[in-house]
């Protein structure tokens, strides 16, 4: 067959726009998505359900969350004792954990217990470190001979510069790369320097060898938004709670927060902005959640989102640059929780509430100040030592809006539930069998036992 001038002018356009199909298809994929379902709506703060009282609201001092109690309480340290006892219990009796299982806990915690046990309390230290010293500069760009390089300076600040003109285009900048390096949901809040500590911890449970210490906390002169983040946990993983498998679930979780949190901070620093990187040190993490349009908050304290419920972990990067913020939103949880009450009938330590939302916080390591359900910490911590865990996640697992993304469960979601409520809605849940527990025998396919005499 010959080929002639006009063939190859044909081949050849046909080669251009083959080659521009795919770019056209990234340009497409890679584009921001905004994802909006039709029960989710946008509202200023001040419409949502919760209340401040700014004459009794004190920032909250880290030192009575339970895991800081924990480096100085007796009472909880008593409690917490319990815990390795209880777990040998349990791989002893393998009704409900089992030795494999915990080394799938063991393993899901591994980057938080290697390098980061700071994101549990004290936070500027490993994986969410406030600077980048210490790091090899053969591939950080902040420390060694870059640093204070006049070159990189100037490029920085051309770079900031421009940014500061087109904050929606440093918006999606900073989405991208923390969808990229493993966040699920991201949003934008303000900076609100109430939710920050007032006080932060150094506990030697996490650190072993240190001496306990408190310190008065504040974040950098100007700081003006928060990167709010959330992990998704695995439906089947967390269908286990509570036991070893699903803790290791968890622990999955708050590696990823560490990992993704740190690199997304470093991303920033590198370019010159404040990047500091925050699990569950440093601030409380719903509230910049809420107000970052990630979710709602629920009764069992959590927040829930609307593509993955509750099952979610969350972590966040304070950040002076340049940001467009996202508002909160509603798609009924608090009316639906209103009547629903599952999480409070599952939880095996009656720590959740089953009335209406009040000022008054249970213990001392409830925020005081907040309109809102208020979870009784205490007899949730005791109930994770004596079943010989380091979580629960009962309530989670349990939870009506705790579902597979389908668009049978976004149907219901969006059009049943506003209508029938969460009285009936509940009792449907029931009625089809979610939330019920799962063994981790069923997650691995076979029964420990049955294998190991
Ligand atoms: S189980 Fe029911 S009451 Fe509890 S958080 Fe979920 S929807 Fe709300
Ligand atoms: S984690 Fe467990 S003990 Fe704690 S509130 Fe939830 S269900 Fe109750």
Known sequence: MQIGRRDLFKLGGLAAALSFLPKGFLEVLAAEQEERDPSVVQVEWEDLPWKIDEKKFERFNQKYTMFSRTGWDPKVQEVAKQTPANMIRNIKEGKISTLLDYAFHSAGWWVVAKTTPHEMDYGDGGLVSWTSEGTSPLFNFSTGPWKANPELEEERKKFKSAMEKNPELMTNIVKKVAKHFGACLVGIAPYDPKWVYSHRVLNPRYHPGVDYKEEPLELPEGTRYVIVMAFEEDYFAMAMSDGGLSMGEQGWGYSQMAITS????????????????????????????????????????????????????????????????????????????????????????????????????????????????????????????????????????????????????????????????????????????????????QWWGFRYKDLVK
């Open 262 to 441: 740190g690199a997304v901070a470093e991303f920033l620093r590198s370019l010159g902005y404040i990047g500091i990187p925050s699990g569950n040190d440093t601030a409380i993490t719903i509230p910049y959640a809420i107000s970052a349009g990630l979710g709602e908050y629920s009764r069992m304290g959590v927040l829930i989102t609307p593509k993955y419920g509750p099952r979610v972990r969350l972590a966040k990067v304070f950040t002076d640059a340049p940001l467009v913020p996202d508002k909160p939103i509603r798609f009924g949880v608090y009316e639906f929780c209103s009547k629903c009450k599952k999480c409070a009938e599952a939880c095996p330590s009656n720590a959740i509430p089953y009335g209406d939302p009040t000022w008054d916080p249970p213990t001392i390591s409830n925020i005081k100040g907040v309109w809102k359900w208020h979870v009784d910490v205490e007899k949730c911590f005791e109930y994770w030592c004596k079943s010989g865990n380091v979580g629960c996640g009962v309530c989670i697992r349990s939870c009506p809006f705790n579902k597979i993304d389908w668009p049978a469960h976004s149907m219901f979601r969006d059009y049943l539930a506003p209508i029938i409520g969460g009285g009936t809605g509940r009792a449907l849940d029931d009625f089809l069998g979610y939330g019920e527990r799962v063994y981790s025998h």
